[in-house]
């Protein structure tokens, strides 16, 4: 009676909602041809693959309500999906985009339509590949403004600019990973890091292309800040300037200022920052933070130019040389707890409180053994072992014959099974020196199932198996309330005291603390089949990843529409 109580609520509130946005709803048709382009970067040009032959990709502006209708067309070498980061996908799971978990990917020569409304969303998403690495140059923002006739809840902007933090390899980032695969080892580390594509400065070759913007004395700009690296959690800066933190993951937060952000791969912050230094050119910058201790990482720094319009010339005694902001160090860990634990929603807010699934789910790294078939050049992780993740003790398997949602929805066996454990299969010391015999996973393609309306706890626990590490975990097709953060062990009898019930964040994306823990809460509203994973891609290859099977609930608005004629075929 109580789930259905709440699905019922929930109804109503959508068809208010429906009712409202259909009134200035737009539709909007796009059409994305990926495809091999020529980029040049550091020096050396390499085949890189596109939409449309950007990188990054076209920007897609929305308003909340309006309806997006996307043709992509694969004519790159690879299969490939697209997925919408952050965006709800109310019952049209099959537009979601993950591979072999929504869809089977869009093969070479081949399309698909992606079709979604944006429903009670405003703010800062992105888009960006879900095949293999693709991602790596296959991204751009999504922004969503609020609807006709609304205003953002903060001082109007004079300008706003997408700020696309990314990652470079020299190499084709398939190559890349597929090197890793074959070897059983860590993939190598990117050549650089980028700003809206490009590297800046302290590159080589790369100066003339430095992503420069624009700023008038006394303005006040909205940058819109996106961790669209593979594998690297990053620090962001403007040299001089504070920035007003006013939203996150495409929710709004209570303002506050800072030196600098901390975003993990996957998540957005959008910031305010006026123009009230003495007019030149500042650097805006981002370097890593870097969490697991002994892991090998790109240490460089990328920047961009903050430009004061009435900047002088330098020839009238200016510095040439614009000013660099004073960065953490990389594993300043108390720094980025500092900046989580002041994100705030600027209001009181819904957090369920009468729990219906509760569970306990572990997440790092593991070692799997050297198979008795495999060379020892197989077999370069640790003591010749290969490099694994898991969540539970679980290491994720795509399926490779049908997605997951196709399987569900046709009734097809053998795909997937539904005993993902709600806890741990064996409780130890998560944070501790664990005992080696506990760090080899079992492979497996496991989903959890929840009732259509339930109100779910997670507790997300670090383990310290080969190193500890900040996890950016991503949940598809849903947002939820981080009501607590810690270090160490989760203890229920004494960490509940820590839950803000009352304003959490609503994210999309949450860092999970290095050798520490934290709590989300979501009502099960969407019916369909979505992935939680960690969003460091070389974690996801791993196997750092499971997948909740959200159940219809009743009638045609709480149910998964049907498939889509033209979905790609497996």
């Known amino acids: 009676m109580k789930v259905l109580k709440k699905a019922l609520m929930h109804l109503v509130i959508l068809f208010a909602s429906i009712m409202v946005s259909t009134a200035v709803a737009k539709i909007q048709y796009h059409d994305f041809v990926v495809q091999a382009t020529p980029v040049k970067r550091l020096c050396r040009t390499r085949s890189t693959i596109t939409v449309n032959g950007q990188y990054p990709g076209p920007t897609l502006e929305v308003n909340d309500g309006d309806t997006l209708v996307i043709s992509v067309v694969n004519s790159a070498r690879y299969n490939l999906t697209i997925h919408w980061h952050g965006i709800r996908q109310m019952r049209t799971g099959w537009a979601d985009g993950p591979e072999f978990i929504t869809q089977c990917p869009i093969q070479p020569g081949g399309s698909y339509t992606y079709r979604f409304t944006i429903e009670g969303q405003e703010g800062t998403l992105w888009w960006h590949a879900h095949s293999s690495w693709l991602r790596a140059t296959v991204y751009g923002?999504?922004?969503?403004?609020?609807?006709?006739?609304?205003?953002?809840?903060?001082?109007?902007?004079?300008?706003?600019?997408?700020?696309?933090?990314?990652?470079?390899?020299?190499?084709n980032p398939i190559d890349v990973v597929n090197m890793a695969t074959q070897i059983g080892g860590a993939p190598n580390v990117s050549d650089a890091f980028t700003i809206n594509g490009q590297p800046g400065d302290l590159y080589s070759c790369s100066s003339s292309e430095t992503i420069i913007i624009p700023i008038g004395t006394g303005e006040t700009n909205l940058l819109r800040v996106i961790n669209a690296a593979m594998n690297q959690e990053?620090?962001?800066?403007?040299?001089?300037?504070?920035?007003?933190?006013v939203g996150a993951d495409a929710s709004y937060l209570k303002p506050f200022t800072t030196s600098v952000i901390m975003l993990g791969p996957g998540q957005t912050t959008d910031v305010l920052i006026t123009g009230d230094q003495s007019p030149a050119q500042y650097y805006m910058a981002a370097r890593p933070y870097q969490s697991a201790q002994g892991a090998p990482f790109d240490n460089t720094t990328t920047t961009a130019i903050l430009d004061y319009i009435s900047a002088p010339c330098p020839s009238r005694g200016m510095p040439s040389t614009p000013i660099m902001p004073t960065f953490p160090a990389f594993n300043d860990t108390a720094t980025v707890i500092a900046f989580t634990q002041n994100l705030r929603s600027p209001n009181n807010v819904p957090v369920p409180t009468d729990i219906d699934e509760s569970l306990f789910i572990t997440i790092g790294l593991g070692l799997f053994n050297c198979p008795p078939n495999f060379s020892t050049n197989q077999c370069q992780g640790p003591n010749g072992t290969r490099f694994a993740s898991s969540m539970n003790n679980m290491s994720f398997i795509l399926p490779s014959s049908y997605s997951i949602l196709q399987a569900y929805h046709q009734g097809i066996p053998g795909v997937f099974t539904t005993d993902f454990p709600a806890v741990p299969p064996v409780q130890f010391d998560y944070t501790g020196n664990v005992s080696q015999s506990l760090w080899q996973p079992v492979p497996g393609t496991k989903v959890y199932k929840l009732e259509y309306g339930s109100n779910v706890q997670l507790v997300l626990q670090d383990t310290s198996i080969v190193s500890g590490e900040n996890h950016?975990?991503?949940?598809?097709?849903?947002?939820?309330?981080?009501?607590?953060?810690?270090?160490?062990?989760?203890?229920?009898?004494?960490?509940?005291?820590?839950?803000?019930?009352?304003?959490?964040?609503?994210?999309n994306t949450v860092g999970v603390p290095v050798n520490g823990w934290a709590v989300i809460r979501f009502l099960a509203d969407n019916p369909g089949v979505w992935i939680m994973h960690c969003h460091l891609d070389v974690h996801n290859t791993w196997g750092l990843a499971m997948a909740f099977l959200v159940e219809n609930g009743s009638g045609e608005l709480q149910s998964l529409e049907s498939p889509p004629v033209d979905l790609p075929p497996c």
Not at 142 to 160: D, Q, V, W
Not at 498 to 505: A, E, I, S
């Open 141 to 171: 923002a999504l922004i969503i403004y609020p609807r006709e006739g609304s205003t953002y809840p903060f001082t109007e902007p004079k300008r706003e600019t997408p700020i696309l933090l990314g990652e470079w390899w020299n190499a």
């Open 234 to 245: 990053l620090f962001f800066a403007v040299a001089k300037h504070q920035l007003t933190v």
């Open 472 to 507: 950016p975990i991503h949940i598809h097709g849903y947002n939820f309330y981080v009501i607590a953060e810690g270090f160490g062990n989760f203890d229920s009898a004494t960490d509940t005291a820590k839950f803000n019930l009352v304003d959490p964040p609503m994210r």
